[in-house]
């Protein structure tokens, strides 16, 4: 995951871009960068680290302009370390193109061969959003009328877009001289959402991966960008939309709702925090069927993002609720760290217990998932030093089984604690008296209940089925042997393997 944004104002872009990023710096913490637009000009800057790092003073004030688009990267292909990666990435054939990129696509190899051999196109980074890029930029070649854009010119390109190119994409794109182009793939994986201000000198639109970034900056949320569709808002603050894809369906990312996004966003219509709220209530009904509710003193959420569902299950099985976890806010989302060490280390500069919450009591802690289980193992044996007499431990999501191609960072399955192990021999992996998770049927509901017309979902991490039709063994072989240099599948990689082949053979 990552955050975009791409605005057009009345004034000045560099402050507001930055502040947004700001509020979007959960979705990336590894680079950032800003590009605006003065006149035909382009100005950029980014870097390596957090949005407040990579920015100084005199980097904005060379941002000049009233229009922009802005990245917050957090790494799912090439370094986690290498600034080259950051975006925005730009392009100057054939026409001025810089553009930031949400996602992940599934056949960057093939289009990276198709553009060299075919499109006579070089790609210089490893990133698939340069790939991505590419595949715009040649697509806006093929189909102009001589050196000049037009609408039909620029929505026929995006088409020819969602024709090559396969995966997960949410974007933002600035053409030099023609406006702001945002997109997302055919099946909406990515979350991107829009909205307007009016200001005395004309209407200002703003582009997000999350509504809370709207609400900060003082924009009114219009609507989510459909999954196909395409918008361009001209240098005259007009704004245009246009299905670009033959068929569509939207079929979120269910991991957005689960962990990525920030509480206060709405997602395709979705409150989080509300959707959160019934996890918690499903994930109670459940949990009084394998732990007695007698046998639990107090429910504590492991922060931030389980506290919605800790709460609502405190109150529904009529157990306290406290606040047993202080934590450090300077210390990055671990789940997107890179390396396992950086990860087990941060936890506990992370975190640190309020002792008399678990001194002598039966715990129940709570968190939204349990991924490679770094977090929940020292976290469990910090609830045991704090003197917790037990602790029992409750996902608000099913297990975490299968590579997510869609651009989160769990693609080797011998990562993911639950590969190859039933819920009781997870408990004994990170230490808990008892664990209970989330059925992936309660999952979708406790989301279908605020919006009943949301009838799919990519929930490829949880059962292995992957919305785009094009995911491999192949594909997830090469993927996890290119991310950590393994020459051979362990028993449990060979076990998710052929769990993912009967779900890829169910489907036809």
Known sequence: MCGILGVVATTAVNQLLYDGLMVLQHRGQDAAGIATAEHDAFHMHKGSGLVRDVFRTRNMRALPGNMGIAHCRYPTAGSA?????????????PFGIVLGHNGNLTNTEQLKEEMFRQDLRHINTSSDSEV??????????ATAKGCRLDLDTIFAAVAAVHRRCRGAYAVVAMIAGYGLLAFRDPFGIRPLVF???????????LFSSESVALDTLGFR??????????IFVDLEHRLHHRQCATKSVLSPCIFEFVYLARPDSVIDGVSVYEARLRM?????????????????DVVIPIPDSSRPSAMQLAQRIGVPYREGFVKNRYIGRTFIMPGQATRTRS????????????KGKRVLLVDD??????????IVEMARAAGALKVYFASASPPVRYPNVYGIDMPSRHELIATGRTGEEIACEIGADALVYQDLDALKTSIRELKPTLSSFDTSCFDGTYVTGDVSLDY?????????????????????????????????
Request: charged share 25%; glycine share 6%; net charge negative.
């Open 81 to 93: 370390f290498d600034a080259a990666l950051s975006q925005p990435f730009y392009v100057n054939s």
């Open 132 to 141: 991505l890029l590419n595949a715009l930029a040649h697509e806006l070649q």
């Open 195 to 205: 909205g307007t201000h009016e200001t005395p000198e004309g209407i200002e639109y």
């Open 221 to 230: 949320v219009l609507r989510d960008v459909d999954p196909g569709e395409a």
């Open 280 to 296: 918690g209530e499903h994930l109670a009904d459940k949990l009084v069927k394998y732990i007695p509710v007698d046998q639990i």
């Open 347 to 358: 936890v506990r500069q992370k975190l640190n217990t309020v002792a008399q919450e678990f």
């Open 369 to 378: 998932s349990i991924v490679r289980g770094t977090t929940s193992r020292e």
């Open 476 to 508: 997830l072989n090469a993927i996890e042997l290119a991310r950590e240099g393994h020459h051979a599948l362990s028993k449990d990689d060979r076990w998710a393997a052929k769990q993912l082949q009967l779900n890829l053979m169910s489907e036809g």
